[in-house]
DNA sequence: GTCTATAGGTTGATAGAC
DNA sequence: GTCTATCAACCTATAGAC
């Protein structure tokens, strides 16, 4: 395979470290396993791009898990944070709408890169299923708030697309040329045109 | 890992095994890439799943790789059809949802398979760009029959969400129950809800 | 904190008998 | 066609010096 060793910082491998080593690790295996998937990037890799040694990795954390875990971990808590606000509303009619445009707006950066992670990674991703850190047992409360059990599987899987689509709009623009902000944007679009379908008695009033 | 050797084919390690046993390979391969992603599936894995031995495959195959790419030859095939089709077709307003539909109404539960497999395989993907099988250069061709340089990013970005509703209901779906049908049937309201936006001068009249 | 050295375990692939 | 045997390569992780 022609390993092109990517250059991760922008910069030659890392020269003078800062005092958190430790973020720097984070910061360039996120890089990494988002580029080439979790397997297929070595603890060697994590470590030449930093121009240290393998093995001085497990000074800082235990194993390679406990590496994408670390950074798993921080996507985990903001969904948390949003799960509690959306439970804490009130059942309006629109709160559809509503609570997918506040999650679109509450997307930062950083949640774009976890978000990109995530999908260069699902095997990870499923291995985390029914530990604290899965992402998708998170949503399915969210969902729960708008389904009820008769609702046919169709408009169930709807309503979960209505929180996918930044995730939708970055596979989509994968490979593509799209800014972050482009990205957010058809996703707004993809979440509005598909509320429009779920809920179609507004364009009236809006609840403040 | 608590590795629970997946079964595969439905029944236990296939004891008869007919001519096409090349095919067999196939179908178990796609399974545990699906499963377990590319890398993390070994060629033992494979063959303990047919019941034979490792070095077996090679008779069949001549690498690991081959496989893979085997199974994707398959699907750029199907998209290269598509996209002969839509390149025949007059440019009219309404096309966008017509040609959508028609992707959808012509993906087959193999062609399910095979995009589950790309979803949980995006490093495979990712080594393929460029070469034959790059599959997402194919729908650039389709992308551009609607949309010219000066389009917006945002609108480039929701014309190829488009044609990628099918992925992100397998996305949303993920881990759910939902059937192959209402994973269609959702993908379906998507493209309809995303071209309304598109093309919102519709609802009129319908060409032949 | 970072290094050298190395253990211990898999993995993809080949050689050759049947 | 399938098997046994085997290998070289590579990877994660640990031990211990500095």
């Known amino acids: 395979m022609g390993d092109v060793e990517l250059e991760v910082a922008g910069a030659e491998p890392v020269r003078r470290r800062g005092p958190e080593t430790r973020a720097q690790i984070l910061r360039v295996a996120m890089q990494l396993f988002t580029d080439k998937g979790f397997e297929a990037t070595t603890t060697r890799d994590i470590a030449n791009a930093l121009g240290m040694n393998q093995s001085s990795l497990y000074y800082h954390f235990k194993s390679k898990d406990a590496i994408v875990t670390s950074l798993v971990e921080q996507r985990r808590h903001d969904l948390d944070e949003f799960v509690s606000w959306i439970r804490a509303q009130p059942r309006a009619p629109g709160l559809l709408r509503t609570a997918a445009l506040r999650w679109l707006d509450q997307t930062t950066p950083e949640h ?17 299923v029914g530990s604290d850190l899965d992402v998708r ?15 046919p599987d169709t408009e169930q899987l709807l309503v979960r697309m209505v929180f996918d689509t930044v995730s939708a709009a970055l596979l989509s623009a994968h490979g593509t040329a799209a800014s972050a902000d482009a990205v957010l944007a058809a996703a707004r679009e993809a979440s509005i045109a598909l509320t429009e379908r779920l809920e179609p008695h507004r364009a009236t009033h809006r609840q403040s």
């Open 112 to 128: 774009l890169h976890a978000m990109r992670l995530a999908l260069a990674n699902p095997t990870v991703q499923q291995r985390l």
């Open 137 to 151: 047992s998170a949503f399915d409360t969210v969902v729960d708030l708008f389904v009820d059990p008769e609702t």
